[in-house]
C-alpha cells in the first residue's frame, strides 16, 4: 500500500474539520500579514496564535493520553511557538535566528522522544535512513559553501529533523494506521519547510519562500498534533 494512499477527510473527526477551518484562516492571516508591508504589524499577533490556537486545541482534546506523552507534546508545541516568536525578530539581530534555531531543535528533538515511544520494534529502519542520509547529503552539498560559523549547527539540526521524520516512520504498525498517516505526513512536511527555509537562507532566495515555508509548517504541526491525538 502507498504510504500517501488515504482520505484525510474520512478521517477528521467532527471537531479536527472545524478547527482546521479556523487554522486555514490563522494560516492565511500569518502569510498575509508577512507578505504585505502596511499590515506587517500585525504579524506579531497573527504568527503566535497559529501555535497558540493548536496548543488550546491539543489541550482540549488529549486527556486520553499518558501523562508524560502528553508533556512532551507540549513542550514539542511551546518550543515550536517559542521558535515562531524568536524567528520575528531576525533582522534585530543575527541571535534571534539562533535562538530560534535551538528552540526548533529541542521541539523536534521532544518529537522524536514521542515517537520512539511508540516505534515498532520489528521494523527495519536501514532503508528509511538511508533515503533520508540521502536527502540530507543532498541538501547539505547546497547549503556548504554559504553556512559558515553555523556549519555544526546546521550539521545537528538537519540531523535531529532526519531523526524526527525516521522516528515518525517507525510508528507504522504499532499505532493505528490514521495515527500513523498523518503524523508521517506532518514530519515528512515539517522536514521539507525547514529546507526550504535553509535553501532560502543559505543557498539563494527562492520565490514564494514565505508562502511554502509557513504553508508546510503549519500543516506539518496541524496533522503531527491530529495524528498523536488518535493514538490509543
Do not use: C
Not at 27 to 48: D, Q, R
Not at 115 to 144: H, V
Not at 186 to 208: E, H, R, T, V
Request: net charge positive.
Amino acid at each position: 500500500m502507498n504510504i500517501f494512499d488515504f482520505n484525510l477527510n474520512f478521517m477528521l473527526t467532527k471537531s479536527e474539520k472545524s478547527f482546521s477551518i479556523l487554522f486555514i484562516i490563522l494560516l492565511a492571516l500569518e502569510i498575509l500579514t508577512s507578505s504585505i508591508e502596511s499590515i506587517s504589524g500585525l504579524n506579531y499577533i497573527a504568527k503566535p496564535a497559529l501555535l497558540i490556537s493548536l496548543i488550546i486545541f491539543f489541550w482540549k482534546h488529549s486527556s486520553h493520553l499518558d501523562k508524560k506523552m502528553k508533556l512532551m507534546i507540549y513542550l514539542a508545541l511551546i518550543f515550536s511557538l517559542l521558535g515562531d516568536i524568536l524567528l520575528m525578530f531576525v533582522n534585530e539581530s543575527a541571535n534571534f535566528f539562533i535562538g530560534g534555531l535551538l528552540a526548533f531543535l529541542t521541539a523536534h528533538i521532544f518529537y522524536v522522544l514521542v515517537f520512539l515511544k511508540q516505534r515498532n520494534k520489528t521494523k527495519k529502519p536501514i532503508p528509511f535512513m538511508g533515503l533520508m542520509l540521502l536527502y540530507g547529503l543532498l541538501l547539505f552539498y547546497l547549503l556548504k559553501d554559504s553556512l559558515g560559523d553555523m556549519l555544526l549547527p546546521v550539521i545537528l539540526y538537519m540531523l535531529v529533523i532526519l531523526s524526527m521524520a525516521t522516528t515518525a516512520f517507525l510508528r507504522q504498525g504499532a499505532v493505528v494506521k490514521s495515527s500513523y498517516l498523518i503524523v508521517f505526513v506532518g514530519a515528512i512536511l515539517f522536514m521539507i519547510s525547514d529546507s526550504i527555509l535553509a535553501l532560502n537562507k543559505f543557498y539563494q532566495p527562492l520565490p514564494y519562500s514565505n508562502f511554502s515555508i509557513m504553508f508546510t509548517y503549519g500543516f506539518a504541526q496541524l496533522f503531527i498534533v491530529f495524528g498523536l491525538l488518535k493514538q490509543r
